[in-house]
């Protein structure tokens, strides 16, 4: 059974820094691309970032020069580093494989920016 639980979300002020963590369980990290999503309130879940299985990143425009996506296999963990926060970075945070697969989904990580 895959568990990925997220963690590390808060609250920050705009132009402050998060960094996101996903440990996994139940699967090999290494055998997956990986991305980061997130849902905020009244809108669907949306793509942030993903990481191919050889470390190659890829971002949506909205967070492009300001996330960094990375993963250490070793650890079977993925993370997220947040730079130059804005309000509209306020969601919740999950990690999911990508493509996502349903039955991955974790409870995610309240990430809140303040203006």
């Known amino acids: 059974q895959v568990q990925l639980v997220e963690s590390g979300g808060g609250l920050v002020q705009a132009g402050g820094s998060l960094r996101l963590s996903c440990a996994a369980s139940?699967?090999?990290?290494?055998?997956?691309?990986m991305g980061w999503y997130r849902q905020a309130p009244g809108k669907q879940r949306e793509l942030v970032a993903s990481i191919t299985r050889d470390g190659r990143p890829n971002y949506a425009d909205s967070v492009k020069g300001r996330f960094t996506i990375s993963r250490d296999n070793a650890k079977n963990t993925v993370y997220l580093q947040m730079n130059s926060l804005k309000p509209e970075d306020t969601a919740v945070y999950y990690c999911n494989r990508y493509p996502s697969i349903t039955s991955w989904w974790g409870q995610g990580t309240q990430v809140t920016v303040s203006s």
């Open positions: 139940g699967m090999m990290l290494s055998f997956n691309a």
